[in-house]
């Protein structure tokens, strides 16, 4: 059965520090991984990730794909209360079904 | 563009009656999924459709669950019988076609059973 871990599932820092998220998969027929943040709503879509060591970056977010090691990294610097939220990471696999395998998420919180 | 609109944002439910949840996708997008969040747990995959054609429904419960995406009009989750262990946030999410980036999630509805 497919799976997503991600870890840790709760990290509590202080604003200006920098952190990284963890996303291991076995996803069959993998094509690609993704990244939600999730607020009180709708998960929002951060990244999306096919090719192993490319780095992807949006601001002071980051993310890059292992598939060798099979597992993903999203690292946000200098982070800011706004950044409090829960991070998803979902593999996708190929094929006509197009369903994301979701981990359980990693709940950032981000104090003043 | 609206985005990805879902209603009832909230809906409470007895024991044993029916829940409708509708999902109007992006303008422009034809393809819609349906995930389920239980609590402390992540999002999983329910039924993937297209226009009145439903691709994939593995992760739909065997009984009481169905979808639909009708050529006219929103896609509908319906519920029947609802028991408590239903209690979730059901999420809807489209994209415009197979293979595209990242879906556009709604807000989710978040069903109750009392």
């Known amino acids: 059965e497919d799976k997503v871990v991600q870890s840790p599932l709760s990290l509590v820092v202080h604003e200006g520090d920098t952190v990284t998220l963890n996303c291991s998969y076995e996803?069959?027929?993998?094509?690609?991984l993704l990244w939600y943040k999730q607020e009180k709503k709708a998960p929002t879509f951060l990244f999306m990730l096919?090719?192993?060591?490319i780095e992807k970056k949006s601001g002071r977010l980051s993310s890059i794909l292992d598939k060798k090691e099979l597992f993903s990294i999203l690292n946000i610097t200098a982070t800011q209360t706004g950044d409090s939220a829960i991070y998803l990471c979902?593999?996708?696999?190929?094929?006509?079904?197009?369903?994301?395998?979701f981990g359980k998420g990693t709940k950032l919180t981000v104090n003043p | 563009n609206a985005g990805v609109m879902q209603n009832p944002r909230h809906l409470v439910r007895r024991r044993g009656q029916e829940a409708r949840l509708r999902c109007s996708p992006m303008k422009g997008h034809s393809h819609v999924y349906w995930y389920r969040q239980l609590p402390e747990e992540g999002l999983k995959f329910m039924v993937y459709l297209q226009k009145e054609n439903i691709i994939d429904e593995s992760g739909m419960p065997k009984e009481r669950f169905s979808a639909e995406f009708p050529k006219e009009g929103p896609s509908i989750l319906r519920i029947q019988q609802v028991v408590r262990g239903d209690s979730a946030a059901y999420f809807c999410?489209?994209?415009?076609?197979?293979?595209?980036?990242?879906?556009?999630f709604g807000s989710g509805t978040r069903l109750t059973v009392v």
């Open positions: 979902a593999g996708l696999a190929q094929g006509g079904s197009e369903k994301l395998v």
């Open positions: 996803v069959t027929n993998f094509r690609s």
């Open positions: 999410a489209s994209s415009p076609r197979t293979g595209s980036y990242g879906y556009t």
């Open positions: 096919t090719s192993s060591g």
